[in-house]
């Protein structure tokens, strides 16, 4: 089918290039010029692994072009992808102003279609209940054509996208026609491996999945941060329990990681938009609520807990933190708990070094020169009074520990992502904090003279 897909960021690149590598002819449509002479030389603006060769491969094969003229790229199309921006407003609600506008410019640039030209008009981007339909009945007013809007959610992760795009558990199609549906099933047929896959319904269900998906997930997190609490309080196993209900096929074992929070580009705000189609019907949503309170407070204690086990005040403390990005494998850091971690540390007074494996420079953009960025995880340690560990990169677990603990001030490690192995740590003479998880502790062997605090259990 030929395709256009209209915005290139995130979602629309690896929209755009997966829908090619299933046999489309998709063009994609890029305004901002810099962007599009990089899409143009294969170059991928974003950092996600095996996008840049699967993208680099369909345009060499003639299935993937880009543009910057939204009428030429829908000249053939059957289906146009508005992957444009639906940021918040200041008062919670959507701004649908890129919508409307890509909409509309669809709607123009085929004013002359013959009058049987059906054109189906999807919206990928994550909106409130009740966008498509605004959408429908704007263009409605607006234009002339024969069109039909269908609500396509993502459920994209970071770091995994191609591999979600290409292998879904399942497709989401939000219509109100037979034929909507028929369109998108053709379009995705080489990925629905079985019917219970592709899940048509009306478009306010299919757009309030999104947020329910997004929301449940971050609840699974949450839920496990409270418990996590529960167990350093009595000494039990955040990780035991995890694996303990995980088995219970009824819960499942995703998402039940306990650890310094939620962030990422999705999380935090789908459970805020919640929020607010929640408080736009008159309902309190206290589930969210509650969602975003445990959040917030667990970066809070993460940092109050550094502070009681130092052994020293925070304002004479250098702690080196490991890990900028929100999560593993990507340089993003939007909502990455490390921003609050870092900025607690920091009103403790305390000298703040970090590391990341990509993130650095995006971080550098917030902290400037408050914080010392350092290129290499020992050295970054070296001298520090404690190592905090906010991002579970792999490459954390194969550290020389010896010679990490040789070089610190004093060898203690706050582990945000119960991602280090506990034996490693013990045999590398750390005091070892994870999350939820028993503490190690044992006299510190201090440099400076200070003294730690009275071990925990
Ligand atoms: C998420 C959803 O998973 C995806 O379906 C949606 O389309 C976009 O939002 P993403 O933001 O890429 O994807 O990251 P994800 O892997 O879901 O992680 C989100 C955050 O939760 C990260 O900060 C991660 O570290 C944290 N997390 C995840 C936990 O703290 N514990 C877990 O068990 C899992």
């Not at 256009?4 to 995130?10: L, M, N, S, T």
């Not at 929209?15 to 590598?21: E, G, K, N, V």
């Not at 792999?394 to 506990?422: E, H, W």
């Amino acid at each position: 089918m030929d395709v256009a897909v209209i915005g290139c960021g995130y979602v629309g690149l690896v929209t755009a290039t997966c829908l090619a590598s299933i046999g489309h002819t998709v063009r994609g449509v890029e305004k901002d010029q810099r962007k599009l002479a990089k899409l143009r030389e294969g170059h991928c603006p974003i950092f996600e692994p095996g996008l840049a060769s699967l993208m680099q491969e369909q345009i060499a094969a003639g299935n993937l072009s880009f543009g910057d003229s939204v009428r030429e790229a829908i000249q053939e199309a059957e289906v146009v992808f508005l992957a444009v921006g639906t940021p918040p407003k200041p008062d919670g609600t959507v701004d649908m102003s890129f919508l409307e506008a890509a909409g509309r410019e669809v709607c123009d640039a085929l004013a002359d279609a013959p009058p049987d030209y059906l054109i189906t008009i999807v919206i990928k981007s994550t909106v409130p209940a009740g966008t498509n339909r605004k959408l429908y009945y704007y263009l409605r007013q607006h234009s002339t054509i024969e069109f039909q809007v269908v609500s396509n959610p993502e459920f994209l992760k970071e770091g995994s996208a191609v591999n979600d795009f290409l292998e879904p558990d399942r497709i989401v199609i939000g219509g109100e026609s037979p034929e909507a549906f028929r369109v998108m099933r053709r379009l995705y047929d080489p990925l629905i491996t079985s019917e219970d896959v592709f899940l048509t319904m009306n478009w306010e269900s299919a757009e309030l999945t999104k947020y329910a998906a997004n929301a449940m997930l971050a609840a699974r997190i949450s839920f496990m941060n409270e418990m996590s609490i529960l167990c350093d309080a009595y000494g039990a196993d955040i990780e035991d329990i995890r694996k303990g209900i995980g088995s219970d096929s009824r819960i499942g074992p995703a998402f039940l990681r306990a650890g310094v929070g939620f962030g990422g580009s999705c999380f935090p705000k789908d459970v805020a938009a919640l929020q607010h189609i929640s408080a736009s019907v008159g309902h309190e949503n206290l589930f969210v609520g509650a969602i975003q309170r445990i959040n917030g407070e667990q970066k809070r204690r993460f940092v109050e807990r550094i502070s009681a086990k130092l052994g020293r005040p925070l304002k004479d403390a250098t702690i080196a933190v490991w890990g900028l990005a929100f999560k593993a494998d990507t340089d993003d850091i939007r909502e990455s708990p490390a921003i609050d971690v870092i900025r607690y540390l920091l009103e403790g007074e305390a000298r703040v070094r970090a590391h990341d494996y990509k993130a650095m420079e995006n971080m550098k953009q917030i902290f400037g020169d408050q914080v010392e960025w350092v290129n290499d995880p020992v050295a970054c340690a070296a001298g520090a009074d404690a190592v905090a560990v906010l991002t579970d990169w792999p490459q954390y677990n194969t550290l020389p520990f010896r010679k990490v603990s040789a070089t610190m001030n004093q060898p203690v490690i706050f582990d945000g992502r119960n991602c280090l192995q506990r034996d490693v740590m013990r045999e590398n003479g750390f005091q070892y904090y994870p999350i939820g998880r028993p503490a190690l502790e044992s006299p510190l062997r201090l440099r400076n003279g200070y003294r730690v605090a009275a071990a925990e259990k």
